[in-house]
Structure formats: C-alpha cells, structure tokens
C-alpha cells in the first residue's frame, strides 16, 4: 500500500541543460478594489476566532495577564490585536504584538493594515532590527522580540504599551525568554507606581500551559476551539541518507497521483538549501517530458526579500495555458489545464508563525536548522538537528488546515519514537552573551537569579561573562558592572563582537571602512553565485578579490557599487545581489547615526586594510584558527577544534598562516565562514590574559 511504497520511486535528476521550449503562462483572477475590502470582511468572520471575539475582549479587558491558545491558523496574531483595538481595551495607547522572526513581523502587519483599510505604517504597522515601519499614529505595532527588549534598555516599564502580546511563546527564542521577565516585571513596577496597568496577553499554538500559568502567577488560560482535520501519517520505510533528494522524490510522487490544485508544504532547513531544491524541483518540471500539471514553486525563508514572501501567500493560480514559442513569437497554444499545483518549500518558518491556505500535503524532513552551543568553546554553531515531536506534530498539522490531508515524514516511525518530547529551550542552548550585555544594560546585574522561566545553565552565563569580560564590557567586583565600553557596546544593535570591532575602529580612525564591513556581514549575502553561470559570476569576482580575504573584499565591492551609485546594470554583470546591497546601505546609515549620537568620529583610513584587519583581530580574538602543521586544516584556538575554511570564502585555496572568522557553521565539516586574514601578534595584544595559556604559534 501507499504508506510502504511512497519512497519507491527512483528519479533522475536532471543536468543543467538548456531549459525545453515549453513556457508556461497564468492566468490570474482579477479584483476589483471594493471586492477585495468585502472580501477580506468576509474571511475575517470566517476565522475560527470569530464566534469566540466578545468573550476573549471581556476576558481580556477583566485580566492584568492571560494566556490564549489556539490552533495555527485560527487567527490570533491577525486577529487579536484588531478586537482589542476596536473595543478600545488599549485605551488609546499602543499594543505591541511581538514576533521571534522578522518575516512574521512583516507580513502579518501587511496583512493586517490590509484588513483595516489603512496604509502600513499608519495604524498599523512594524518594527524590526534595522527597520521601522510606524509612525505616530500607530496602534498596532507587530514587533520582533528583539526590538521589544532593545526598547525596553531606554524604556523598562514599556510606558508607551497598554498591552503586550507576546506572541509565539510556544517557540522560546532567547529574546521571547528574557521578555518574559522584562515585560513581567514592567507590569509589577507599574503596579506599585499607580503607572497605567500593563496588560501581558501570551498567545501560542501549542504550550507547556501549566508551566507558562505558573510563571505568570497563575494566569487563566484561554483556549479557543481549533478546526483540525484529520491527516494520514506516512513514514518512511527505512531512513533516508539525504532528506532533500528525498523530499523531492516525494513531491513528485505526490504530484503524478493526486489531484492538482491541492497545495504541498515541504519543510527543509535553511536558505541554500531551499534555493537548490526550488532550482531542481523548476528544473525537473521544465525538462519532463511527461504531461503533469504546472507546478509554481515558492521558497520560503526568513532571509528571503518580502515581495517574494508575499508571492507564498497568492491564491495558487487554478487556470494555466501552456503555448510554444518560437523566436519570440506564440506559435502554438498546446494545453489549457485546470489544475496547478503549488509546492512551498521553507524553513520551520511555516511550522506556526504563519500560515498558507490550501495545504493538502506535508513533506516533513524531520530536521531543522538550530543554534546549538558549546560552553566549552564559548561558540555557537548552526547545526541541522532532528526536530522534535512536539515540531513533527506542528509539521503534520499544516496538512489538516481546511480538510483531511497527507503528511509524509522521511524517517522511520522508530526513528520518530528517538526524538525529543519537546524543543529545548533556546536560552538553554545559546551563546548568552548578548542577551547578557542586554540584561546588565537594563541594570539586571545578578543575571543567575533574574527570573528567568526556564533558567539557562550556571555553566553558560558563566561562559557569556568571561566573554564580555574578555571584550572589555564588564567588570567582576561585588557583582558583576557594565563597563564604559560596555555600555556603548550594548547601544547598538549587534552582536557583542561586532560592536566592539566599531569602538576599535573609532579609536583607529577607520569607523568609516568598518562601518560598510559590519553592515555587510549583518546583511544576507551581497554575492550571488547562480550553479548555472558559475565560471562567469567568479571571473566577474576577481577583480574585487582580496589576498587579506572576505572582509576587504566586501568592503572593495561596496566601494565600487558606491563609485558607480547602485548601478542596476553593474550589480547585475557584476552579480552582486542589489537588493542585499540596499539594504546594507541602510543598516549601515542607522549605524553611522548612532555613531554620530554618541559622538564618534567617522573617519576614513583610506587604502590601509592592515589597520582594518587589525580592528577585525582586536573584536573577533575569539574566533581566531591558525593553520595546522601538515597545512591541511585550521585549529581553533580557543577550543583547539580542527575546522576548515568554508569552499564560498576567497581564502578556501590560499591557506594563511592566521585568520579570523565571522561565524561556523557546521555541515559535512566545521566550517569557518567570513575571513580575515591576521597576524598572530594582533590577536595576543588585543587579549593578552585570554592568550596566556593558549599563545598562538605554541
Ligand atoms: O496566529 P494564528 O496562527 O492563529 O492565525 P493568523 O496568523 O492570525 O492567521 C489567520 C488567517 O489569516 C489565516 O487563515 C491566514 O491564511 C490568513 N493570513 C493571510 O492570508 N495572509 C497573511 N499575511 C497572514 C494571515
Ligand atoms: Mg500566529
């Protein structure tokens, strides 16, 4: 039967040839302005939240702090937020919705300003890391976890907010962890200031719910009635050695035997991924010569530029017309289908924060990317792990959103009885020491006491503090003290390395060059590299390439897209992603005007990269690797790991003696991503205790 063979089918992937002459071509349905408005109503009283709107706003209105579960896709981050402003539970003031991912943040605020007929920014709108979409009139302000707590270093009782929301609670990011404490004690503090109450609303799909009551002094729990079909669990008969292979095999299997126009959602891990499973799944569609259904491909990842976001939530195209074309020219209408499929292909991103309508199908790989830490290293490393059970179930729910669906898991149904119960905690298992430098910047000093819901291990704020303290940004005396340079650390929004790189730099007289380099490494990459035209995009690189690595190479390329002002012609021939490009200039703007408050010079050092990758060694001493003996692979020094340059670096063939990297990420190897080329006595005088017993070169 369908649950032992659904693996079965061998296919072969195709090769990079040229694409057949078959286009296809889709007709969209039109609507007219008043149409969609109605429309739109109409879906708002649909939702399953709809029937249960007057008790949630009494609830709401009678408590300081609720808790409100509910199914995905119910409609309680679009939804909520709307009912409590239009019975006025805000009391005029500001409800801050928050998110753990900036997609969430700004689609759903999109989709919100939509529904009440007003432009975003207006009444409704979003802030993110590097992007403010609000203005004075603002009323609902979707927000990343992130901001919130940026916010609360300036603001601790949240004085502009009536209500907070904290959204998304189920999937404990570090940010939503520390909120929890922040916005608790906001409430508290007010309280006992006669400041206007603070009301906490936590909304999540799946939860803990006694262990989120409890924190929140026993806070009422909410729960609003889900519609959940039924959906077919298949498992993999054997494990599978490659999960995207896999998931493709089972697309198409999906896509030859079902009906079209029912949706398939296929769960991956990151970024390159989706792109190269996105490419082979068009490249398969484009070069068979069997007659299937059109299939719109539509990857989905946090990193992804939000006008192609938008495209996953269209209605699927239900009309295509396949023609011929021949110089341009239409030759022959060949097909007209009624039936399209479309397969999203994204990241854990749609496991919960939002929600795409038509899903029939589910493909779930059964791993995700995660930030894991080691205490001992003081790193953290992007890992592809296996997901939880608690995730498996998020994942085969997407499929019984509108009725009975299929969920197809590649991995034995042994393998899933291995997996966790739940995810672990992200503050239990990350690098804390932005969060800490957050916290000590909030005046939390004893930061192993602060009420932390799940607290994370001694072991690892250790670890964060003897960092911070490596850079210069605390003191141990009583108890643990911002320093100066930690103070003007923790004014900008980066992590501690990067921001201490910046206050070298100001003292080198080089902000300006290191400015760029900051904001291009904050930013997705600037470098795009397509499989198909690889030679010509890496010739159209060499003449932006650096001996001393990928730092001065990024700071060459954005020195010349300045010289020809964002040039679309240039940043095409020259494959540099423009968009990337813009968004760095922007990043780069909001850190030369906090330079600028705070009084630091923005001066050029010109053509002198040595005083560059100095600053680079002085703020990332910690992520130095030297060259091993035999000349193969790196040691790093601080865990005396051996790791390896990563094959997009332009150092991957040169080899130096001494690099500093960004970040590592782990995949076949430890890679190191991002270097600079350095010199063994800058990382020695940057930190000469932390090298005292690990001296590079011994
Ligand atoms: O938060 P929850 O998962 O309960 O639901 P929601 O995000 O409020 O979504 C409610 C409905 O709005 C879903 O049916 C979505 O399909 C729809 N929606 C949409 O069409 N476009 C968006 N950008 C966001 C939500
Ligand atoms: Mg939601």
Avoid at 160 to 175: F, G, K, N, Q
Wanted: proline share 5%; aromatic share 8%; net charge positive.
């Amino acid at each position: 039967d369908k649950a032992n063979t659904f693996l079965s089918i061998k296919m072969r992937m195709p090769d990079d040839g040229p694409p057949s002459k078959k286009f296809k071509y889709t007709l969209q349905h039109k609507n007219n302005g008043n149409h969609v408005s109605d429309k739109l109503q109409q879906e708002r009283r649909n939702l399953p939240i709809y029937p249960a709107r007057g008790k949630i706003i009494n609830q709401i209105q009678r408590l300081d702090t609720a808790i409100l579960i509910g199914e995905t896709g119910s409609g309680k981050t679009t939804q909520i937020p709307q009912y409590l402003l239009e019975a006025n539970v805000n009391k005029n003031a500001i409800i801050a919705v928050t998110q753990p991912r900036r997609v969430a943040a700004i689609t759903i605020s999109q989709r919100v300003a939509e529904e009440q007929g007003t432009e975003l920014g207006q009444k409704v709108g979003y802030c993110v890391r590097f992007e403010d979409v609000t203005s004075e009139n603002t009323k609902i302000k979707y927000m990343t976890d992130g901001m919130l707590l940026r916010e609360a270093i300036l603001d601790p009782l949240m004085k502009r907010y009536s209500i907070v929301i904290l959204d998304e609670a189920h999937e404990r990011t570090i940010h939503t962890d520390v909120l929890f404490g922040v916005v608790k004690q906001a409430q508290s503090r007010r309280k006992a200031k006669g400041i206007r109450p603070l009301k906490i609303l936590v909304m999540s799909a799946t939860m803990d719910v006694d262990h989120f009551s409890a924190y929140f002094n026993a806070a009422p729990v909410l729960y609003l009635e889900g519609r959940q079909y039924p959906v077919q669990v298949f498992y993999a008969p054997e494990p599978q050695s490659d999960y995207t292979f896999s998931s493709i095999v089972t697309l198409f299997q999906i896509h030859r035997v079902e009906p079209p126009n029912k949706d398939v959602l296929m769960f991956l891990t990151g970024q390159e991924e989706i792109e190269s499973a996105v490419k082979t799944i068009r490249d398969i569609t484009r070069s068979t010569e069997e007659n299937m259904a059109p299939l719109v491909v539509c990857p989905l990842y946090a990193a992804l530029p939000s006008h192609a976001q938008l495209k996953v939530f269209k209605p699927t195209p239900r009309v295509c017309l396949y023609i011929y074309l021949k110089d341009k020219k239409l030759t022959d209408i060949e097909a007209i289908t009624e039936g399209c499929r479309k397969v999203i292909v994204a990241t854990n991103i749609a496991e919960t924060s939002v929600t795409i309508q038509g899903i029939k199908f589910v493909i779930d790989s059964g791993v995700v990317k995660a930030k894991v830490f080691n205490p001992n290293s003081g790193l953290d490393l992007l890992k592809v792990v296996r997901v939880s059970k608690a995730q498996a179930l998020q994942r085969t729910g997407r499929a019984g959103r509108e009725s009975a669906g299929s969920c197809y898991r590649l991995y034995t149904e042994q393998e899933f009885e291995q997996f966790s119960d739940s995810t672990v905690p992200e503050i239990q298992r990350c690098n804390l020491s932005s969060v800490v430098l957050q916290l000590l910047a909030l005046g939390i000093s004893d930061i192993v006491n602060f009420d932390f819901m799940d607290k994370p291990s001694t072991e690892s704020i250790i670890a964060a503090v003897h960092q911070l303290h490596n850079l210069g940004a605390v003191v141990k005396e009583t108890s643990i003290k911002l320093t100066p340079v930690g103070r003007k650390m923790a004014a900008f929004p980066l992590e501690p390395r990067l921001g201490k790189t910046l206050l070298i730099a100001k003292e080198h007289n080089c902000l300006e060059e290191i400015l760029t380099i900051v904001s291009l490494l904050s930013v997705d990459s600037v470098i795009v590299t397509p499989q198909s035209k690889r030679e010509e995009a890496l010739a159209a690189r060499q003449k932006f390439v650096s001996s001393e690595g990928d730092h001065v190479m990024l700071l060459n390329i954005y020195k010349a897209y300045k010289a020809v002002k964002g040039n679309r012609e240039w940043c095409m021939e020259n494959f540099i992603n423009q968009r990337n490009m813009r968004t760095a200039t922007e990043v780069r703007k909001q850190l030369h005007d906090i330079c600028v408050r705070m009084d630091f010079p923005v001066k050029s050092c010109g053509n002198d990269s040595t005083t560059i990758r100095k600053c680079l060694a002085y703020g990332f001493f910690m992520n130095a690797a030297e060259l091993q003996k035999d000349g193969s692979e790196y040691t790093s020094l601080s865990s005396r790991k051996t790791v390896s340059i990563h094959p997009s670096s332009v150092l991957f063939r040169c080899k130096p003696a001494y690099v500093i990297y960004n970040e590592l990420v782990k995949t076949t190897k430890c890679y190191m991503r991002d270097l600079c080329v350095v010199d063994p006595d800058w990382l020695s005088e940057a930190a000469p205790a932390y090298f005292k017993k690990k001296k590079p070169g011994t």
